[in-house]
């Protein structure tokens, strides 16, 4: 039965006197009161109807507290068994949840009700409702600015093992021998018993662990040629068809086997380490997961958050955009799906700094174009010798002059640029080799196109002073990417497989975004009090001094050339 508790009704009498003034003081500054009072009303209990009967069956645990429960397990990184506990014992737990009923049917969970309703968020993508509404909810109540985002990746793992090759493909084999001799007996014993005692008997299994380096790739190929025997044995039956094990001995064949024709013979033999594709199969037990060469097997999760440039810890900083797709996937495609996914949401940036993958000319136009939005990212290749950056530009993209001074005679534009410059002063320029320009019968060619020009432009905004001013603030996402970690141990996880990874990085991301807003309230709070205002303009007039003193030394010790050994000695004071 649909069971839940109206956290908006105010009580009669307060069911937390007996905590006292200070305790209940030090529980609303937290983050705990900071759930209580704006997260936990407005969590999507509704979403939840449909699996619950409305006045029949035996009523469910209150639906408020179960939702919020998945939210601070994430976000304090505990296991089912120290959630119970948590949720039993804790304080301040029973605080954020307003549990005020002591009996075991509102202040005791079992983990059996904890995996369900894991997996009712899981089906239901709970998570990502409770994501926009929290942020959604954190923005109106401290007032943020979504006009300046950055965003990055961070590499995150699985609890998946790491596998080789040949364990791989023992492994794959293996799982799906399994079931079928659980499913399917008859199929089963009409298999090679030679073939059934290499994969499930454990002194036979334990000899592909000892293969040498030189003899990998002949066992690769016996491997391989086990698993084509067994698809061509299994691929007539539709219901051993239908098992996800065999999709996955599917999966792994087509991906890193191939079969060649040996005197008429058709044999499977396994595709060198080169030719197997990043999105391959990792390891059967999590095949969402991928492959990056830069940061190994898992999943690739895109975080946006918002910053201001004002060096003032007043304003909040909220992550707004996350995404989980595997280890394959590049930086360079998730811009552009986290700049409509923020629009769509009203959390629409007008300016966003990104690395280098995410700064490609076309992300850069679309996101300006369609959006509406900034790009700020340094562009990756920077060619060598001379370039177009080299040139003197008019607004329009034409050449004005080139390195060494000299004009073109004819500018033309058709679906590219084209600057002609004589011949003679091409071939006697001491940077001959060095420049990109080509020459013809009648003159000495520079050849671009409009991308060329915008890319020209923005290497030489580059290297102003502007850039470099702007663009120092992604480095505080670094610091993002430190705290994801640090506080809900996001880089390693205790679920395996895309929904449970998913599940647990979206809930982990809500937890931040509440730890960091209950930071700033207890900030705000201390720069609000009469102490705390005469000590931060105590600290502001210190540094004041501090600045003028040590201008005030530098400009006379510069001057006397007599003073030099008293000057190192200011410098080191006041370095």
Known sequence: MFHVKNHKQLNIFDPWEHLGTKRRMELDTSWSGLFRKHILPDLPVDELRPHYHASNGRPSKELFSMLGLMILQQMHDLTDEQAVEQFAFNIKWHYALDITNPSDAYSYVSLRSIWAMRQLFINENLHKVIFTRVGKKLAKVFKVDFSKQRIDSVHIQSNMRHLGRISLFCKTIKKFLVNLKRHHRISFDKLDKALKNRYLDKKEEAVFALVKPSESRGTLNQIAQDIFVLLERCKTSNAIGSMDSFKLLVRLFQEQCI??????????????NKDVPSDSLQNPSDPDAGYSGHKGKGYSVQVMETYNDKKSAEHLSLLTHIAVKSADNSDAHALIPALEQTKSQGMKPDEVLADTLYGSDDNVVDAKKKHGIEVLAPLKNHPEGLSLTDFTLDD???????PQGKHPFKMRFKKRFSASFAVSDCRDCDQQKQCPVSFGKKAAYMRY???????????CYERSAAFRDRYRFRAGVEATMSEYDRVTGVKKLRVRGGAAVTFAVFMKAIGINIKRAAANKQWQKVAGSRPGRMLFAIIGQMKHVKELIQERFISILSCRSQLRPRMIFYREIFA
């Open 449 to 459: 196109t409009r991308k060329d020009v915008r890319m020209c432009k923005r290497r």
């Open 396 to 402: 329009f993209g034409h050449i004005l002059e080139c």
């Open 259 to 272: 079969i060649e024709e040996h005197d008429g013979e058709k044999l499977a033999v396994s595709k060198p």
